[in-house]
């Protein structure tokens, strides 16, 4: 079974742009889940999506929005870019939103904003 | 905010020693996930545990979920090159739906 994909892998802005990124999750898994990590810091939540509705949500501005589609897939965007928005951007899914459920990682895309 | 406490944050070893590492809380939760993460990449789950005293192994890994449900260790035993990496607990708790990290801890092994 094929893991949770990211595409692009690396993308480079400039301040004021907007971004879109993309991840497919594992087949099967109902839940996607966007992360922002940037250098020495931890994991920061940005939100989860479950049958094409946000399900959760993190402490971030709404320049970051996202959504899903019935086939599962998510995209995450970000629009007037920042400086501070230069991080590895994270995507992460799983079958269900019950206790029990196992989450995957993608491999990233490392977001530069210039 | 933050609701797990994972510690260390950093831990500096020899090559053969023996690791642990834990995350607390004040909350229960239903589910702890242990996770590596090695530079640029996505964290890559090492074992999830689902019941209070579970115990489980994956190779020289082995961790287990606490008997109150509000903690979690991660043991490595005689540590390689390769376990370098920040390692990362997730706990779900009980009766919510988001996943709650902690904040890493950053092991370095000197050879």
């Known amino acids: 079974k094929a893991g949770v994909t990211q595409t692009p892998r690396y993308l480079i802005k400039t301040r004021g742009q907007q971004v879109t990124l993309s991840c497919s999750p594992i087949s099967g898994h109902r839940s996607v889940s966007w992360y922002q990590q940037t250098p020495g810091q931890g994991l920061q939540f940005l939100f989860e999506?479950?049958?094409?509705?946000?399900?959760n949500k993190g402490n971030f501005p709404g320049r970051f929005s996202g959504r899903q589609f019935s086939n599962s897939r998510s995209e995450m965007n970000v629009s007037t870019l920042e400086l501070g928005d230069s991080a590895l951007y994270l995507c992460?899914?799983?079958?269900?939103?019950?206790?029990?459920?196992?989450?995957?990682f993608g491999p990233g895309t490392r977001l530069t904003v210039l | 905010g933050q609701q797990l406490n994972q510690s260390p944050q950093s831990m500096f070893i020899q090559e053969g020693e023996d690791v642990s590492m834990n995350c607390t809380s004040s909350s229960i939760f239903n589910t702890w996930l242990w996770y590596k993460q090695d530079p640029g990449e996505g964290p890559v789950l090492l074992i999830a545990l689902y019941k209070a005293g579970e115990l489980t192994s994956n190779g020289r890994l082995t961790a287990q979920f606490g008997i109150t449900r509000k903690d979690s260790f991660l043991n490595i035993s005689a540590s390689i090159p390769s376990d370098v990496g920040i390692y990362f607990c997730?706990?779900?708790?009980?009766?919510?739906?988001?996943?709650?990290f902690g904040q890493g801890t950053r092991l370095t092994i000197n050879p």
């Open positions: 992460a899914s799983r079958a269900g939103l019950a206790g029990g459920s196992e989450q995957f």
């Open positions: 999506y479950f049958s094409e509705t946000q399900r």
């Open positions: 997730a706990g779900q708790l009980l009766g919510a739906q988001k996943l709650v």
